[in-house]
C-alpha cells in the first residue's frame, strides 16, 4: 500500500519554473516505479514522466528536455521539475505508482493522489 500526496503547483508565466512533488507513505514506495500524468479541462490524462526504482527515467517527448523527474527515497518523495515552461503545459499534474510494469497509460497506474493544478500564462 501506498499513499501520494502531490504539492507545488500555482501559477508560473511561460518560460519559469515549477517544481512539484510527489509524497508518499508507504514502506514499499522505495521499490515503486511512479510516475507523474497530466490533465487538462475537458481532456484526458496522459503520461508526462516516470522514474524506476532504479532512477532510470523515460519522458513524453512534449516534456523532453524541460522536464526532470527525480526521486529521494529517503524522504519518500518523487519529484518533477519542471523548466521552460508553456502555456500548453497548463494542466492537474497527478502521481501514481505503476502497476502493468512499462505502461505509460493512466490505466497501467494507480495509488492516484489527488493532483495539484499548474497554470502557465503567456
Known amino acids: 500500500q501506498v499513499q501520494l500526496v502531490e504539492s507545488g503547483g500555482g501559477l508560473v508565466q511561460a518560460g519559469g519554473s515549477l517544481r512539484l512533488s510527489c509524497a508518499a507513505s508507504?514502506?514499499?514506495?522505495?521499490?515503486?516505479?511512479v510516475g507523474w500524468f497530466r490533465q487538462g479541462p475537458g481532456k484526458e490524462r496522459h503520461f508526462v514522466a516516470r522514474?524506476?526504482?532504479?532512477?532510470?527515467?523515460y519522458y513524453a517527448d512534449s516534456v523532453k528536455g524541460r522536464f526532470t523527474i527525480s526521486r529521494d527515497n529517503a524522504k519518500n518523495t518523487v519529484y518533477l521539475q519542471m523548466n521552460s515552461l508553456k502555456p500548453e503545459d497548463t494542466a492537474a499534474y497527478y502521481c501514481?505508482?505503476?502497476?502493468?510494469?512499462?505502461?505509460?497509460?493512466?490505466?497501467?497506474?494507480?495509488?492516484w493522489g489527488q493532483g495539484t493544478q499548474v497554470t502557465v500564462s503567456s
Open positions: 508507504g514502506r514499499t514506495f522505495s521499490t515503486s516505479t
Open positions: 501514481a505508482i505503476q502497476k502493468t510494469p512499462g505502461s505509460i497509460r493512466s490505466e497501467g497506474y494507480g495509488s
Open positions: 522514474i524506476t526504482n532504479y532512477g532510470t527515467t
